[in-house]
């Protein structure tokens, strides 16, 4: 009976690590037609401005004051948020970061139908808004940091 015990109890820990091992595999992709999409908004004062008042609202709580992915609610997760300051997370396209931000992947919600003026948007654009391109924008201005 403890040798069934012993036994099952390896059972299970390899099974959880498994699973873990496969879940943390999982990676985001990102369709072709959002990888090569473009930022229709030009990245000046006005657009930076609106972007961070975006990112107040929407992503700093778990992705942080500094976009290092250590907001209040990122511990809270079973994922660690992007690091905005990254050069692996910088040289994802505007069309990538766009579709990440829409449709989510795991912790991360998806926001689509939360930016202003995009509740309807059509699949595969950058929305009806200036919003989604404001917010790719102030994420671009985290490689400087």
């Keep these: 009976m403890k040798s069934l015990i012993v036994i099952l109890g390896v059972v ?5 690590t498994l699973s873990f091992s496969l879940s943390q ?8 037609k959002y990888e090569k999409m473009k930022n229709p908004v ?32 990122a511990t809270n997760l079973n994922t660690t948020p992007a690091d905005f300051t990254s050069a692996s997370f910088q040289k994802q396209t505007d069309g990538a970061l766009l579709y ?7 912790d991360m919600p998806g926001f689509k139908k939360r930016i202003p003026g995009n509740e309807d948007v059509i699949e595969g654009s950058f929305g009806k808004t200036r919003s989604p391109g404001d917010l790719i924008n102030y994420l671009r201005t985290f490689a400087k940091q």
Excluded at 25 to 32: M, R
């Design 42 to 73: 030009v990245a000046d004062d006005a657009s930076i401005k609106a972007g961070n008042e975006l990112y107040i609202t929407h992503c700093r709580s778990c992705h942080g004051i500094k976009g290092k992915g250590e907001g209040k609610r």
């Design 25 to 32: 595999d999982d990676p985001w992709k990102v369709p072709e």
């Design 12 to 16: 299970a820990l390899m099974t959880t």
């Design 100 to 106: 990440k931000i829409y449709f989510g992947h795991k």
